[in-house]
């Protein structure tokens, strides 16, 4: 078993004291209290990454939507100039002719603008739930830091007993 001299970050140990870290860790491991804060804190840090994984398929979806975007107004550019034994037989084939064609393209392609603009708010939205989580989960950070410092000092009360009775 190794006992160090050397406090944790945030411990306090005087020149006489040593900490056995591995005892201490299985102590951690058994306190209820730390336990359920560190649960929380561990869920805290969940929720940030799953809400980050959101923000990264909205952004997707909008990157997905603006070559949407590309694609209809490349086939509304198709339409502009066909001359007119082609829009015949566009106009035969689907009984509608060039213009309309057009005309359509061009208004899908505002309909897609629109959902990407959107989707892009929606982004945002997300940014800022992710950002709120973050905060919360580093806030948290200082009730286990707490939790640690409270386990901590029943351990050296527990170890001081010990020791005083096996002396």
Not at 43 to 54: G, P
Request: charged share 30%.
């Amino acid at each position: 078993m190794h006992t160090f001299g050397i406090p944790p970050r945030g411990g306090h140990l005087n020149s006489t004291q040593t900490m056995d870290y591995k005892a201490f860790s299985a102590f951690l491991d058994e306190d209820a209290a730390y336990q359920a804060t560190l649960k929380n804190h561990q869920e805290l840090w969940a929720e940030v990454h799953r809400a980050e994984s959101k923000v990264s398929a909205a952004l997707y979806r909008v990157t997905r939507l603006m070559r949407a975007v590309d694609v209809v107004r490349q086939q509304q550019l198709k339409h502009e100039d066909v001359t007119e034994e082609q829009d015949k037989v566009l106009e035969e084939l689907t009984t509608e002719c060039s213009e309309i064609w057009q005309n359509q393209y061009d208004q899908a392609a505002d309909d897609v603008e629109e959902a990407a603009v959107a989707a892009c708010a929606m982004v945002v939205e997300k940014r800022a739930k992710v950002t709120a989580k973050k905060a919360e989960a580093q806030k948290h950070g200082t009730y286990l830091n707490y939790a640690r410092e409270q386990a901590r000092e029943v351990f050296k009360k527990q170890q001081a007993e010990t020791e005083s009775t096996t002396a």
